[in-house]
């Protein structure tokens, strides 16, 4: 089961900023913060992960609480094309596996 | 050039049937999965493999047989194929399993499958 919890839907405008927020508060020590997209009919894609600090990088920026139980997404300046389904999944490092356990996830529809 | 590819993009057959979908990555990737996403949109993984060894195997029917060729290829043979079945399947690729940015994970473009 997912250990995220997301808003089903979120409405932003076009040029604004998109906040999506997340909450994951019983993750673990050594659990990261992943963030991913499904655009409608495509595979899901990679936006950003971090462990403790904020991180930021040519697609968005993400904000992680001090104490690790929440997190957000923040697209800085939204467009029609960053309609789709966003995905905050936390995953242990340093193990045998890498399972990626997504939940419903958010639809961010961006509106013109 | 298309980082994980999948074939065929669209598989269309009959219940009982037997069919395979393929895919490769170029991304020089060690590890590679498989997931099933249904008519709800729940997407599950089903598979895992690293260094051509399975690691995941998430309680998925004994019909469902991944292979490994090599690392660069995961290809998923179904057998018996039934109407739940239906499903879009995406193939996935990460550099490693252990670590942050070595856990990143590249989708295909998905095989819509519907079994008639």
């Known amino acids: 089961d997912a250990k995220t919890t997301q808003p089903t839907s979120m409405d932003c405008a076009e040029g604004r900023a998109a906040n999506l927020p997340c909450n994951h508060s019983?993750?673990?020590?050594?659990?990261?913060v992943y963030w991913y997209r499904q655009i409608h009919s495509q595979g899901p894609q990679y936006i950003i992960h971090?462990?403790?600090n904020n991180e930021t990088n040519e697609m968005a920026s993400l904000i992680i609480t001090e104490d690790r139980k929440s997190s957000t997404l923040i697209l800085p300046h939204a467009t029609l094309r960053d309609t789709a389904v966003y995905y905050c999944?936390?995953?242990?490092?340093?193990?045998?596996?890498?399972?990626?356990?997504f939940g419903t996830g958010t639809l961010l529809a961006v509106q013109p | 050039d298309t980082a994980v590819s999948q074939t065929p993009k669209y598989l269309v057959t009959q219940m009982g049937n037997d069919k395979s979908i393929k895919c490769e990555q170029n991304?020089?990737?060690?590890?590679m999965y498989w997931y099933k996403q249904d008519s709800k949109k729940f997407l599950k993984i089903m598979f895992s493999y690293n260094n051509k060894e399975l690691i995941i195997n998430e309680t998925v029917p004994n019909r469902f047989s991944p292979k490994s060729p090599d690392k660069a290829h995961l290809n998923l043979h179904i057998n018996s194929l039934e109407l739940g079945d239906s499903a879009v399947y995406f193939c996935?690729?990460?550099?490693?399993?252990?670590?942050?940015?070595?856990?990143?994970?590249?989708f295909g473009p998905g095989t819509r499958l519907l079994v008639l």
């Open positions: 019983t993750i673990s020590g050594n659990e990261y």
């Open positions: 999944i936390v995953s242990p490092y340093g193990g045998a596996t890498n399972k990626l356990i």
């Open positions: 996935a690729s990460s550099q490693g399993i252990s670590g942050g940015s070595q856990e990143t994970q590249y």
């Open positions: 971090g462990l403790k």
């Open positions: 991304l020089g990737h060690d590890t």
